[in-house]
């Protein structure tokens, strides 16, 4: 029998003891033997809990059981979450997390102890809730050099999108929905805000270099700004808005970004609604790859953690393949230097100078003010543009 703990009997940690009672013999017969969760650590009153012999308030309650071999961590944050995880590595516990702030910020740190302990520190639950894409990344695809990764990697932020397109709903409106709906974090400027994402990007262009892509190098722009406005000319030229979470490596280097992009209909990024995750990675062998399904959510991400246990039960050991080492910010590509097409928006009485300073576009008539998309170019090519035309009312980057 294979003993595990866990931190946090939050919305997650509650859905990973659900998992393991519910599903108690799939989980046998997958492990090899039977898992069981022998003490849960939260601060809360749980004694009405049917299980509350169960629940602790104290950490060395389980660091220091020599029964316990594997640790979840789904208690979020970094404070007391990054002491704790290093204190079990420390002393030879694999730790599974769904904690997508630590695992971006320190993970190369704990990969390093968990190397030296031989145990592991498995983190699929932390990007796209439920759906796998650590372990593809890690695993299955890695015949390939990983050229692209990028997709919606926040449920919360596609929820308001959605509700934006579907309902011609407010920014303000969908996101009083949303909170309602429990969908948003306890704060939620980290989801619309693009932070949330840029963590799950960093991650997952981590994996794909083996450097820590580190957030703060990362342009990060959110959904507050989108209006009905922006969603009318998305429509009038046969595209959706997203927010998108995207990494790319070119000649050793590499980029991430997260930022509303316009996404062409016939896209697949385009087909994700509601709370719904996507991300496509694409591969210079395997072309393109894409993964679906809920991002958030107690079951679909305690699946993703419990999945971890049971890799961690059927092998222990350190394995290289799912770790990082330091950022190497000389890697990084400026967001300047990021080429793409872009929409923009200007007032009417900007137009005359367009064709001279931005050459050929395509017009979007019919709308109240003015809008074009460009030819390809550089941000920073964009931005000189902008500045010369005399400022713009909006601009968006179109998805490829
Ligand atoms: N707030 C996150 C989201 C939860 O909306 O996607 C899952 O990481």
Redesign the pocket.
């Known amino acids: 029998m294979k003993k595990i703990a866990i931190i946090g009997f939050g919305v997650v940690g509650s859905g990973v003891y659900e998992i393991i009672r519910r599903n108690k013999d799939i989980l046998t017969k997958k492990a090899g033997e039977e898992i069981d969760v022998k003490k849960i650590l939260d601060i809360r009153d749980f004694s009405a809990h049917e299980e509350a012999h169960l629940f602790t308030k104290d950490f060395n309650d389980l660091v220091n059981d020599g029964e316990i071999d594997i640790v979840v961590e789904t208690m979020g944050g970094i404070k007391f979450a990054y002491d704790y995880t290093k204190a079990l590595l420390e002393k030879g516990k694999s730790v599974v997390t769904?904690n997508?702030e630590l695992v971006a910020a320190h993970g190369d740190e704990f990969f390093r102890i968990a190397k030296e302990n031989n145990v592991r520190y498995l983190y699929e639950a932390?990007v796209g809730?439920g759906i796998p894409i650590i372990r593809p990344l890690a695993c299955d695809a890695s015949a390939n050099d990983i050229v692209e990764v990028s997709g919606i990697?926040?449920?919360?932020?596609?929820?308001i999108l959605t509700k934006m397109f579907k309902e011609n709903d407010s920014f303000e409106s969908a996101l009083k929905t949303a909170q309602e709906l429990g969908?948003?974090?306890k704060d939620p400027t980290?989801?619309v805000d693009g932070i949330?994402?840029s963590r799950?990007i960093a991650i997952l262009m981590s994996l794909v270099t083996g450097k820590k892509f580190d957030c703060s190098l990362m342009h990060t722009e959110g959904i507050r700004n989108i209006t009905a406005e922006d969603v009318t000319y998305a429509a009038a030229i046969g595209c959706t808005i997203k927010l998108i979470g995207c990494g790319y490596t070119k000649d050793g280097k590499v980029n991430a970004s997260v930022e509303p992009m316009l996404i062409p209909e016939n896209c697949p990024l385009a087909g994700v609604w509601d709370?719904f995750?996507g991300v496509m990675v694409t591969g210079n062998m395997v072309d393109s790859l894409m993964f679906y399904g809920r991002?958030?959510g107690k079951l679909p991400?305690a699946s993703a953690v419990v999945g971890d246990v049971i890799d961690i039960v059927r092998n222990s050991s350190y394995n290289p393949y799912y770790s990082w080492g330091e950022c190497d910010e000389s890697a990084v590509i400026p967001y300047d230097e990021v080429t793409a097409r872009f929409f923009v928006r200007i007032k009417e009485e900007q137009k005359e100078k367009v064709k001279e300073i931005f050459g050929d576009t395509e017009i979007i008539k019919g709308i109240s003010d003015y809008g074009f998309v460009t030819a390809k170019m550089s941000v920073k090519e964009l931005n000189c543009g902008i500045e010369k035309i005399g400022g713009a009312v909006s601009r968006m980057r179109l998805y490829r």
């Open positions: 769904s997508k932390s809730g990697l926040n449920g919360t932020t596609n929820y969908y948003a974090e980290a989801d949330d994402a799950k709370v995750n991002g958030a991400t």
